[in-house]
């Protein structure tokens, strides 16, 4: 997973679903030993780009649909730990 909210994520995978596929991934975050488990739908598709080094890896945007209710409060952690621990990212917080 190269990028996280609460909505969704980036997920980088040379294997590419298509879009509007629904499907149900499963990760770990930082902090949390418990696997969360989402009900997502492919908003996009990367497929692989000519300059990949402009570009993100072959990947798909996911959109998370079904969640529960204690998910939001641990990406929500998850994702203030990272920004305190990085300073360029700090001025999220």
């Not at 969360?36 to 598709?45: D, E, H, P, T, Y």
């Not at 203030?80 to 360029?88: E, G, I, M």
Request: aromatic share 8%; proline share 10%; with cysteine.
């Amino acid at each position: 997973m190269l990028d996280l909210s609460l909505r969704g994520a980036y997920v980088a995978t040379e294997l590419l679903p298509t879009k509007d596929e629904s499907l149900r991934v499963g990760f770990h975050v930082p902090g949390n030993e418990r696997l969360l488990s989402v009900g997502a739908v492919v908003a996009w598709v990367n497929p692989h780009q000519a300059h990949p080094v402009h570009s993100l890896p072959p990947g798909v945007g996911l959109y998370f649909l079904d969640i529960s209710p204690e998910d939001p409060i641990i990406l929500t952690r998850a994702i203030q730990d990272y920004c305190r621990s990085n300073p360029v990212y700090r001025q999220y917080l």
